[in-house]
């Protein structure tokens, strides 16, 4: 026992002595956690304070264009930034391309009496299957909206929309999302306001108008957590568990090397010449390092409850099972460690170590789900997934942090877990023993 | 089980070879009297390494029999683990920490109790001068401090048979001295000695009996006077170059 005590206080003094390796395991993860949490979370709040700039040229004069560009900007989505009604095509691109704003959108001059031609045209086809007089369909006729316009020429929003290469496509559809909202909602009003007048002869009273376009069913959004007791899970959540298992696994830098830097020190020969196994060596490099990855998951997850609120960012709501939260930091911890070994025994130099560990980490969070959620992966990728370690831990720490679970709901992410620790330990067992080392 | 008359180490029709290459040994043998200062001399790939790690349990044999005390030398046989003390050619201990921690350290994995470690910490810093920086980190010490750390490790659980590796290498006069004389005053409280090392002057100071090896065999073993006598030569440089030659000896690349 006491040689393990020694070994650990030995492991312990170098690890405390090497502070670019402190750095790695503890200022990186924390740098990253903060980083990806504070962009993720401006993306989160995109409709509030960060908005998207978008160039406005109105070409229009009618009152349907001014309603569009309203409604546009009543979504939240945009800061619409107003160009001159005389400019040119041309000129919307070139602002793009030097990124004053990464979305343009030019409305053509007849915007207005396309709209109002396109709602008297609805209106008369209403009219006729309600069997009432009409002389709507493609004719031509007068407009709340403004001028006159063959309704034939209505089939296409002739609306355009620039955007800059760098936007993704997930990002143009959720604008094109917002616009495609507005456009439906002018249109709508526009189509009320021509078919109360053909009713009635007289304008859609604004009070009326109100009732009919605001009067709107929301979305009630409800997260389905086991607890029942959760509400929105926020980036802080989404992230500190990542990015906490993506730190553990990083240890492989300071770990797996150390073994290998021990194997080729000349101090190794010496060891090989004493009375005791290479394993209480291993053994007490686990017991360091498991300490240390709870210790990394304690600080990062008092830095997402008590520091992020400081700084304007979503507080962490640590789970209420402690038990279940420590059993599965715990094994996390202990599968990063198992890896970390693994590496360290089979790598031949401090290069292969660290090289075959840092990249192999990077591919394991990938398909683990920890850079690009598990839902959104290719079917081809879900085994692959269901191999790589970090995606149970992940699952596990989702399963407490954001469905609000206690540790009986998260055995079954727990379990695989064990099966992969068990096997990493065994290779390292009989890497060390082909080797001679134990 | 181990008997009074037995020899610190005797290796009986050894056989060796490393994978793809020729034999280094065949039907070798040597026997180390207890309490002998034994020097190991040899040219560069004469087998002098191989022989030490062979003799440590560091490699195993394909044919023959090694016996430290009597006791068997198997990988992993921790009853003649305790027997010896090895202090490498490269230093083995590590630099980030202080003598007092590495000592600790290695003390423990030799199999001794901590009050032990601590008595035999303190006396060992005195012995080699090293009680000033008991607590100072390694990386910052001269490469004599160093060579003496190194040489404190291997000693500290009292071994009766100590293989040193050419222990003073790169080292001044004034530490050279020291450790000469710390390993004449080990060997005279009982302790065997089997060194090797290519500074001859030096290994006249110390060895009481040497073995002159060449190409995986032994050309002369003697006491030293005796071999001295025998070839009518002045000092053990001359015998060395008397009965291995003068011609290059670099290996195969």
Avoid at chain 1, 163 to 173: D, M, N, T, V
Avoid at chain 1, 273 to 302: D, E, G, R
Avoid at chain 2, 114 to 119: F, G, K
Wanted: aromatic share 8%; glycine share 10%; charged share 20%.
């Amino acid at each position: 026992m006491y040689k393990l005590w020694a070994t650990i206080s030995k492991d312990v003094r170098v690890l405390l002595r090497d502070k670019v390796g402190l750095i790695c395991m503890f200022g990186m993860p924390i740098l990253l956690v903060l980083i990806v949490t504070s962009i993720q979370n401006s993306t989160f709040e995109l409709v509030g304070k960060n908005k998207v700039s978008l160039l406005v040229c109105n070409h229009d004069t009618g009152a349907v264009s001014r309603d569009f560009v309203q409604a546009v900007d009543h979504i939240g989505f945009f800061q619409l930034l107003p160009v001159s009604g005389g400019a040119s095509d041309d000129s919307i691109s070139g602002l793009i391309r030097h990124k004053d704003a990464l979305l343009g959108m030019v409305i053509p001059a007849d915007f207005s009496a396309r709209i109002a031609a396109k709602a008297k045209s609805v209106t008369g086809k209403v009219q006729a299957s309600f069997g009432l007089d009409s002389t709507g369909g493609g004719g031509l006729g007068p407009s709340p909206g403004g001028g006159l316009v063959s309704g034939d020429d209505t089939a296409d929003m002739p609306v355009a929309l620039y955007y800059h290469p760098i936007l993704q496509a997930s990002f143009r559809r959720s604008a094109e999302g917002a616009l495609y909202s507005a456009l439906q909602l002018v249109e709508s009003k526009q189509i009320l306001r021509t078919l109360y007048f053909s009713l009635n002869e007289k304008a859609l009273p604004d009070s009326l108008e109100r009732e009919l376009l605001n009067n709107r069913t929301h979305l009630n959004e409800v997260p389905v957590s086991r607890d029942g007791a959760r509400d929105l899970p926020n980036a802080t959540e989404h992230n500190i568990p990542s990015w906490t298992i993506f730190a553990m696994f990083f240890v492989v830098l300071s770990l797996g090397s150390g073994i290998v830097r021990e194997k080729r020190n000349g101090s190794f020969i010496r060891l090989k010449t004493l009375p005791t196994s290479y394993a209480v060596a291993i053994l007490s490099k686990q017991l360091t390092y498991l300490v240390v990855t709870l210790a990394q998951a304690a600080v990062i997850f008092a830095i997402g409850a008590w520091i992020f609120p400081w700084i304007g960012l979503p507080v962490l709501r640590v789970p209420g099972d402690w038990a279940a939260l420590f059993l599965v930091t715990l094994l996390c911890g202990w599968c990063a460690v198992s890896y970390a070994i693994c590496i360290g025994v089979f790598a031949r130099t401090e290069e292969q170590a660290n090289g075959f560990g840092a990249v192999s980490i990077v591919i394991l969070a990938a398909i683990g789900g920890l850079m690009v959620p598990s839902f959104a992966m290719p079917g081809s990728f879900h085994l692959a997934m269901t191999l790589s370690p970090l995606h149970w831990c992940l699952e596990a720490y989702y399963g407490l942090f954001l469905e609000g679970g206690r540790l009986k709901d998260v055995w079954a992410n727990i379990l695989p877990l064990f099966l992969i620790i068990a096997a990493l330990q065994g290779l390292s067992f009989w890497g060390l023993k082909r080797k001679n080392l134990i | 089980m181990e008997m009074m008359n037995d020899p610190a180490l005797r290796i009986t029709d050894l056989s060796f070879r490393y994978p793809g290459q020729p034999p280094l040994f065949e039907g070798f043998g040597l026997e180390v009297p207890a309490g002998s200062r034994f020097g190991l001399f040899g040219p560069n790939g004469a087998g002098k390494t191989t022989l030490m790690q062979l003799m440590t349990g560091l490699l195993t044999a394909s044919r023959g029999d090694i016996r430290m005390f009597g006791e068997p030398v198997i990988r992993g046989h921790r009853r003649v683990n305790r027997l010896f003390g090895f202090i490498p050619q490269d230093l083995a201990f590590y630099e980030e920490l202080s003598p007092v921690e590495n000592l600790t350290f290695f003390g423990a994995w030799s199999g001794l109790d901590r009050v032990t470690i601590r008595e035999r910490t303190d006396e060992l810093l005195t012995i080699l001068g090293l009680a000033d920086v008991r607590d100072k980190k390694v990386a910052q010490f001269s490469g004599g401090m160093k060579r003496r750390v190194n040489l404190a490790i291997g000693v500290i659980h009292r071994p009766r048979l100590i293989f040193l590796d050419e222990p003073t290498v790169g080292v001044d006069v004034q530490t050279r001295a020291a450790i000469v004389n710390y390993l004449k005053q080990l060997n005279s409280e009982g302790s065997t000695l089997i060194y090797t090392s290519h500074q001859l002057s030096e290994a006249e100071q110390l060895c009481d009996r040497v073995a002159l090896i060449d190409q995986g065999r032994i050309v002369a073993q003697d006491a030293l006077d005796n071999l001295l006598a025998a070839h009518r030569t002045e000092g053990l440089e001359g015998l060395f170059l008397q009965l291995t030659g003068k011609a290059y000896r670099d290996i195969d690349v």
